[in-house]
């Protein structure tokens, strides 16, 4: 696609990133690709984007004034935190103190925060568990007093952290497994605030989840996909996402008119947002999140695929206040796809990857994080994933199928 960002005699636009994680590189490569200037900012000296991008700051993307100060020397005309929470306030708060694209500060925050984005839900109307605040101080005999006032489960989790990081369901209130969840959840919370909220009964078989695409404070891109997970390692952290959902007509229109609401209630006004939603037993949608974000695991490429959109650039394009078109909602895709989180269930070394001769003609994509020989993490969060696979099926039940019996057709070797 054509370049449209040239300024004559000043050279290229510069754009700020926010995070060069492996996630984060296709949104740097995809603005290189458009001919602007990426001046990337991470504070971990091995990130691999500052091999891509053409400035890198070696500084924490959570130090605002930092960050403001970085981009006004970068002359920059745009801002990204593409699909992290960490720096999705600071991206708006540069924004708005440059006169840059951006959505508002304060729903930015509200959706960065999950103490925030719950009170927002309960004080507007939108259906919201009961749950309590606690400090990152709070002990187990805390828990217990606060619980009293709940219904078990229970889930306990920090509230600015993403990918399922320190969350918990507890299903009793027996002392040894609160300190553990506690010891869980104060491990990922960055700003000491923990939540207690009340577990949410499904009424269908799995967590909605995917992102959508705002524009002009409409969604235009519906990329509602469902989550799958591994049952094994507690079945809350996202293994991979399935197109289509499995939901009936009634049920995506429930969704898609509850999303749509908090968009303009929040007053978003442009960009991918990732969403998770639970349908209760009675079929209403529970927001579990709506993140001022592009999801992880690579959804926005998942999705760009399936819409034959390329979501990537997108995020690039409006933060720097251009457009395209990026209007779908899912009646002219065709076939299922999913993709496959590679993932450890124990500790150690990977040492091989083996697919089935039945799941290889559907693998389309493959990415690895790892390579053969190197330590990898059991998976208990989204960060620990060794790769991701990207699958096509002629239909649900030939994908399902296949998924049911993943074990036997994804083998991973960790010695």
């Known amino acids: 696609m054509e370049a449209v960002n040239m300024v004559a005699g000043d050279g290229p636009q510069s754009i700020l ?70 720096a999705a306030s600071t991206a708006a708060y540069i924004a708005e103190h440059m006169g840059l694209p951006t959505n508002p500060l304060a729903s930015v925050e509200i959706l960065s925060e999950k103490q925030l984005f719950r009170t927002f839900l309960s004080d507007n109307g939108f259906p919201c568990p009961a749950f309590q605040e606690l400090s990152i101080d709070a002990t187990a005999l805390d828990v217990v007093d606060t619980a009293k006032t709940m219904r078990l489960p229970i889930v306990l989790k920090p509230t600015d952290s993403s990918g399922s990081k320190g969350v918990t369901i507890l299903r009793s209130l027996d002392q040894l497994k609160i300190e553990g969840a506690l010891a869980e959840a104060k491990a990922f919370s960055r700003n000491g605030t923990l939540l207690l909220e009340e577990y949410i009964e499904s009424g269908f078989p799995r967590v909605i989840g995917g992102d959508v695409f705002v524009v002009d404070q409409q969604v235009v891109f519906w990329g509602i996909m469902s989550c799958l997970r591994d049952q094994q390692l507690g079945g809350l952290v996202p293994v991979g996402e399935r197109w289509p959902s499995g939901l009936d007509e009634a049920q995506l229109a429930s969704v898609h008119d509850c999303i749509q609401a908090l968009v ?53 394009r409006f933060a720097m206040g251009d457009t395209m078109d990026v209007a779908f909602d899912g009646a002219s895709a065709s076939g299922c796809y999913a993709t496959y989180m590679l993932h450890a269930k124990t500790d150690g070394v990977f040492t091989g990857l083996d697919l089935s001769s039945a799941i290889r003609p559907h693998v389309y994509r493959q990415v690895l994080y ?46």
């Open 264 to 316: 303009s209630k929040l007053g978003i006004r442009f960009g991918e947002l990732n969403v998770e939603i639970i349908i209760a037993e009675d079929g209403t949608p529970y927001f579990l999140e709506l993140a001022a974000r592009a999801g992880g695991n690579m959804i926005p490429n998942q999705l760009s695929d399936i819409a034959g959109i390329d979501l990537v650039e997108a995020n690039v």
């Open 370 to 415: 790892s390579e053969e020989g190197s330590r990898v993490a059991a998976f208990d969060n989204a960060s620990k994933a060794i790769g991701v696979l990207f699958l096509r099926f002629d239909d649900e039940e030939q994908m399902m199928a296949m998924f049911d019996t993943i074990d036997k057709h994804v083998v991973l070797s960790i010695e």
């Open 17 to 86: 990133l926010l995070g060069g994680s492996k996630h984060q590189v296709p949104a740097i490569e995809a603005a290189k690709r458009l001919g602007y200037r990426t001046v990337l900012c991470d504070y971990l000296p091995d990130n691999p984007g500052q091999y891509v991008a053409d400035v890198f700051y070696q500084e924490s993307t959570v130090d605002k004034e930092l960050m403001l100060r970085i981009a006004r020397s970068e002359n920059v005309l745009g801002v990204l935190a593409f699909g992290t929470d960490v």
